[in-house]
């Protein structure tokens, strides 16, 4: 068993339907198709968890994946979690070149 290896894993969030899954960097990084998101295969998919650069964003240093019971609270999570991001995804994109 010496050629055993634990893989860093690294949770990635669908922008097209708001899910999340985890990947194995190791396969990721093998991988020789496109990551798409398993549940609606879209391509708009981004790997959060080793993001270091963005304040106040706590929920994401979490490699848990989990849903709200209460839809108004499952709501308010993503405002501040993925709302915030998704605003910041816009921005960045006319700009590129400044960061
Ligand atoms: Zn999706």
């Known amino acids: ?4 290896v634990l ?5 990635y969030h669908c922008f097209t339907c708001d899910k ?3 990947l194995s960097e190791y396969q990721r990084e093998n991988a020789t ?8 295969h879209s391509k708009n998919v ?12 706590n929920d994401l240093g979490c490699m848990g994946i989990s849903h709200y019971t209460d ?5 308010e999570c993503w ?3 993925w709302g915030v991001i998704e605003e910041m995804r816009k921005k960045k994109g006319g700009n590129k070149a400044l960061k």
């Open 46 to 57: 981004e790997d959060y968890v080793f993001m270091d650069d963005e304040d106040g964003l």
């Open 71 to 75: 839809p108004k609270e499952e709501f």
């Open 20 to 22: 999340e899954f985890i």
């Open 79 to 81: 405002a501040r979690t």
């Open 33 to 40: 198709e496109e990551i798409i998101c398993p549940y609606c």
């Open 7 to 11: 893989d860093n894993l690294e949770k």
């Open 1 to 4: 068993m010496s050629s055993y």
